[in-house]
């Protein structure tokens, strides 16, 4: 299972911080985002040896951070921006395959999202 925290109502150019815990044993965990009428998308990811990746949308306004509790997953956004309102999941992999870490289809679990809204 996994619960995600941390999501509500920021104005534009501020700061949220979402958080994510799993129970297991967990490789790569993963930030996605679905906006009204568009279709679920990566918003970045990280193994359990520091590997991250990152939507081009989000490169230097987003970090990814494991806890020190290897289950827990941070996201950071910062300079947030209208666009970026989107019901944002949590992702697990027990196993991961680093070339397919963006592909949806590599995550075992899923938490129930949470919602960002960035108003302008």
């Known amino acids: 299972q996994l619960q995600a925290f941390g999501g509500g109502l920021v104005q534009a150019g501020g700061s949220l911080r979402l958080s994510c815990a799993a129970s297991?044993?967990?490789?790569?965990m993963g930030w996605y985002r679905q906006a009204p009428g568009k279709e679920r998308e990566l918003v970045a990811a990280?193994?359990?040896?520091?590997?991250?990746n990152y939507a081009d949308s989000v490169k230097g306004r987003f970090t990814i951070s494991r806890g020190n509790a290897k289950n827990t997953v941070y996201l950071q956004m910062n300079s947030l921006k209208p666009e970026d309102t989107a019901v944002y999941y949590c992702?697990?992999?027990?196993?991961?395959?680093?070339?397919?870490?963006?592909?949806?289809?590599?995550?075992?679990?899923w938490g129930q999202g949470t919602q960002v809204t960035v108003s302008s």
């Open positions: 992702a697990a992999a027990p196993r991961i395959i680093l070339s397919m870490i963006r592909l949806s289809s590599s995550y075992d679990f």
């Open positions: 297991g044993s967990i490789n790569a």
């Open positions: 990280i193994t359990s040896g520091g590997n991250t």
